[in-house]
């Protein structure tokens, strides 16, 4: 199997940029974001404004994009949210998942976005490559996603993305061993699968939590109850400060 090493940790200059004493300046920067994309600017823009105010470094900048949420979103999110998994099928946004568990067990910074989600900040560009903790931490995602009483699971893998049929086998191969009602397939859609399936949705993508039917913060809540060491820079802002930003 190939493998990228022991895990998929921090940046070298994110334990600075992603300070404490920077927390308040980003917070700052991801409401004035949320506040443009409220008015329909367009999200290169609105992030170009915000992050030359801010005088934010590159990362600093994706972390405020992907936190950032209108007031609209968030409510409509909210709206199709499904807690309860029991007799449900999942619809996985894999990748999306996989690499958020990989980078919350590595070390690496989680976002907790404006809609209550946590984000990583990697960026796969055509390449994923497994790391030593990517077959346990699938397994015991497994059990206990399984352990909620989850009728059935289908696996989505970006199928341009080099290694996705690797992970697709891997994946098929855990559910086979453990007896769950596994599927794991790749596809070039899968943003489209996963926003119009009929399952729950398993994504923090915000394309697909705008369009899909229902979907469950399952990536949050394993880390929460799996991984408590888990760096969480927390970028959310209370309802109440959102709304009185957005008048």
């Given at each position: 199997m190939d493998l990228e090493g022991k895990g998929r940790g921090a940046s070298?200059?994110?334990?600075?940029?992603?300070?404490?004493?920077?927390?308040e300046r980003l917070r700052e920067a991801t409401l004035d974001m949320s506040f443009l994309v409220a008015r329909d600017y367009a999200e290169a823009s609105a992030l170009k404004v915000v992050g030359d105010r801010y005088q934010l470094?590159?990362?600093?900048?994706?972390?405020?994009?992907?936190?950032?949420?209108?007031?609209?979103?968030?409510?409509?999110?909210?709206?199709?949210?499904?807690?309860?998994?029991?007799?449900?099928?999942?619809?996985?946004?894999?990748?999306?998942?996989?690499?958020?568990?990989?980078?919350?067990?590595?070390?690496?910074?989680?976002?907790k976005g404006m809609d209550g989600c946590y984000r990583d900040l990697a960026s796969v560009h055509g390449t994923y490559r497994m790391v030593e903790q990517t077959g346990p931490l699938l397994r015991r995602f497994g059990h206990w996603m399984m352990g909620r009483g989850v009728a059935?699971?289908?696996?989505?893998?970006?199928?341009?993305?080099?290694?996705?049929?690797?992970?697709?086998?891997?994946?098929?191969?855990?559910g086979e061993e453990a007896g769950w009602s596994w599927e794991a397939q790749t596809?070039?859609?899968?943003?489209?699968?996963?926003?119009?399936?009929?399952?729950?949705?398993?994504?923090t993508d915000k394309v697909i939590l705008r369009h899909c039917?229902?979907?469950?913060?399952?990536?949050?809540?394993?880390?929460?109850?799996?991984?408590?060491?888990a760096w969480v820079f927390d970028l959310g802002i209370?309802?109440?400060e959102l709304a009185s930003a957005s008048l």
């Open positions: 070298p200059r994110d334990h600075d940029i992603f300070s404490s004493k920077m927390l470094h590159q990362r600093q900048r994706l972390a405020v994009l992907r936190s950032a949420s209108s007031a609209k979103d968030i409510a409509e999110s909210a709206s199709k949210r499904c807690d309860d998994l029991r007799e449900q099928i999942l619809d996985i946004d894999t990748l999306n998942l996989v690499i958020l568990l990989e980078s919350a067990l590595g070390g690496g910074v989680l976002l059935g699971v289908r696996w989505w893998i970006d199928q341009p993305v080099s290694n996705s049929g690797r992970l697709a086998s891997l994946l098929r191969e855990i596809t070039p859609y899968v943003d489209r699968e996963v926003a119009q399936a009929q399952g729950i949705s398993i994504s039917r229902q979907w469950n913060n399952a990536g949050r809540e394993f880390v929460e109850a799996h991984i408590p060491e209370s309802p109440l």
